[in-house]
């Protein structure tokens, strides 16, 4: 019994379930909004039902690149503050928001040329327009949400994930009632359908903005991390976020890009009845693997911080604890989408006398994409808590490279393929090809981050080569402390030069 209890505080499964249960929560309400959101618009029709999730996620395919970038805020802030330096944590949480306000400008201009986006894929005229419109609001609305994006990605970093949590739930509690309103126009308001939608998420954002900025500027937070000033924002943290962070926004936007081709050009190719089936499974999927990612967010954080104190082998332990929760909720997740997926799809699906036969094709359609989904979750928890890994110690080059690989290669070539090789399938064989992609990537990223080419990065550059030998040998020592009772332990700071004063550096 003493013997696992040590190998479960080995592996710090209590560190990872602190770090991750709010992080989670937080990534599982706002897919909760979007759930209930869709919800309520597919009660309008499969028109706009699947309108709102081929203009929302185009819209987020120029957004994600600087959403992708702006997680490496999380990597600068963590092993900073994991060596101690909290005034440079702050200074990387400035630049986070620096970056994102000037990203944020160059996008908002989208909106302008959105017709001309959704006329390429041919869609029903009810269709496109109702996409055009969902896709301006979305892509303004990144002028608050990439400050706020930025600022979570700070909190994550100082391990104060609640804070997150809090402003989300407040946010969507709110959002919550106002789409309800504008939607279906009650309370005097005129029933606006998918514009309401798109407006309470505009203003959802606003206000989570605004909760994250009271917190960044707050007192306690000030004095720790001199987050007012913005006079030490510095042009090198802006570009360090850019240079490791570019692969990583690069990665997000090509996986939104193609997830994105996938839907409007071969699901989409099928018609509306397959757009709104997949459209119904994907809001499932959502709750599946955004809790996971909230666990890859935490696992980001805690291995940046490990990193920074030389204990590389103490971030895999992290690592691995992390997967082992990832896999548990993303493997019961699975079974649910197996057993119910009939029943799932339907939940979704407006039935009345006329649309019988509709909402059935729909259902029988959707109940197939559940059933690819619950094959590949466990690979999907394997990439997700990897890549949230690699992220953390740097490594952000390589798992860019492998994604767009697979999922040009696989998920939109092995889509198009089955799709003129088995035209009998329907969509269903883009999902299958699509499956596979996920498979594949989860299998690389372990692969990789199991090779061990991590260790070798070092961000802060406060170790040459003979401090991170040196870091490495204690990570070895501190690993034995499990096992033994051992010598008085050397802190990281007993071989690492003492880094620069915070107001110099």
């Known amino acids: 019994?003493?013997?696992?209890?040590?190998?479960?505080?080995?592996?710090?499964?209590?560190?990872?379930?602190?770090?991750?249960?709010?992080?989670?929560?937080?990534?599982?309400?706002?897919?909760?909004?979007?759930?209930?959101?869709?919800?309520?618009?597919?009660?309008?029709?499969?028109?706009?039902?699947?309108?709102?999730?081929?203009?929302?996620?185009?819209?987020?395919?120029?957004?994600?690149?600087?959403?992708?970038?702006?997680?490496?805020?999380?990597?600068?802030?963590?092993?900073?503050?994991?060596?101690?330096?909290?005034?440079?944590?702050?200074?990387?949480?400035?630049?986070?928001?620096?970056?994102?306000?000037?990203?944020?400008?160059?996008?908002?201009?989208?909106?302008?040329?959105?017709?001309?986006?959704?006329?390429?894929?041919?869609?029903?005229?009810?269709?496109?327009?109702?996409?055009?419109?969902?896709?301006?609001?979305?892509?303004?609305?990144?002028?608050?949400?990439?400050?706020?994006?930025?600022?979570?990605?700070?909190?994550?970093?100082?391990?104060?994930?609640?804070?997150?949590?809090?402003?989300?739930?407040?946010?969507?509690?709110?959002?919550?009632?106002?789409?309800?309103?504008?939607?279906?126009?009650?309370?005097?308001?005129?029933?606006?359908?998918?514009?309401?939608?798109?407006?309470?998420?505009?203003?959802?954002?606003?206000?989570?903005?605004?909760?994250?900025?009271?917190?960044?500027?707050?007192?306690?937070?000030?004095?720790?991390?001199?987050?007012?000033?913005?006079?030490?924002?510095?042009?090198?943290?802006?570009?360090?976020?850019?240079?490791?962070?570019?692969?990583?926004?690069?990665?997000?936007?090509?996986?939104?890009?193609?997830?994105?081709?996938?839907?409007?050009?071969?699901v989409g190719r099928f018609g509306t009845e397959h757009l709104a089936a997949s459209t119904a499974a994907m809001r499932y999927l959502g709750i599946s693997f955004m809790p996971a990612v909230g666990i890859g967010v935490a696992t980001t954080a805690m291995v940046g911080k490990s990193i920074a104190q030389g204990l590389p082998d103490r971030a895999r332990r992290r690592t691995h604890a992390a997967l082992i929760v990832a896999m548990i909720y993303m493997g019961l997740c699975g079974i649910l989408f197996y057993f119910f997926r009939h029943g799932l799809v339907e939940f979704f699906v407006r039935v009345s006398p006329e649309e019988h036969l509709n909402a059935a094709r729909i259902v029988a359609i959707g109940q197939n994409v559940l059933l690819c989904a619950a094959v590949f979750q466990l690979f999907d928890a394997v990439g997700i808590v990897y890549i949230g890994a690699l992220r953390g110690a740097g490594d952000t080059f390589w798992p860019m490279l492998m994604t767009i690989v697979l999922s040009w290669g696989v998920t939109l070539g092995g889509g198009a393929a089955m799709v003129f090789a088995a035209p009998q399938w329907t969509s269903l064989g883009p999902w299958i090809a699509a499956s596979l992609y996920v498979v594949a990537l989860g299998a690389m990223v372990a692969w990789r981050f199991e090779g061990g080419a991590w260790r070798k990065i070092d961000l802060l550059g406060r170790m040459g080569r003979a401090g991170l030998a040196a870091a490495t040998t204690l990570a070895a020592a501190s690993t034995a402390v499990v096992e033994a009772p051992p010598p008085p332990q050397l802190l990281p700071s007993d071989f690492v030069p003492p880094p620069a004063d915070d107001d110099k550096s």
């Open 1 to 266: 019994m003493a013997g696992s209890k040590t190998r479960r505080e080995g592996l710090g499964f209590g560190e990872v379930i602190r770090l991750s249960w709010p992080t989670s929560l937080a990534m599982l309400n706002t897919t909760l909004l979007r759930f209930v959101d869709g919800l309520m618009v597919s009660r309008v029709g499969p028109a706009p039902f699947s309108a709102q999730f081929l203009g929302g996620m185009f819209a987020f395919i120029p957004e994600s690149f600087a959403t992708g970038m702006l997680t490496v805020v999380n990597t600068y802030v963590s092993q900073n503050f994991g060596a101690g330096r909290h005034r440079q944590s702050g200074r990387y949480g400035l630049a986070g928001l620096s970056v994102a306000l000037v990203f944020a400008a160059a996008i908002a201009p989208l909106a302008f040329i959105a017709n001309h986006i959704f006329n390429l894929f041919g869609h029903a005229a009810d269709v496109t327009a109702l996409e055009t419109m969902y896709f301006q609001y979305m892509v303004l609305s990144v002028l608050v949400t990439l400050p706020a994006r930025a600022l979570e990605q700070f909190f994550f970093g100082i391990h104060r994930p609640k804070i997150v949590l809090v402003a989300s739930v407040l946010a969507n509690v709110v959002n919550v009632v106002a789409i309800y309103i504008l939607i279906f126009g009650k309370l005097g308001f005129p029933a606006m359908g998918l514009q309401g939608a798109a407006i309470g998420n505009l203003f959802s954002w606003t206000l989570q903005l605004a909760v994250l900025l009271g917190a960044f500027l707050a007192p306690a937070i000030r004095r720790q991390f001199a987050t007012h000033l913005w006079r030490a924002v510095r042009l090198r943290h802006c570009l360090d976020i850019f240079r490791i962070g570019w692969p990583a926004g690069v990665q997000l936007c090509n996986d939104v890009a193609t997830w994105g081709l996938f839907t409007a050009a071969l």
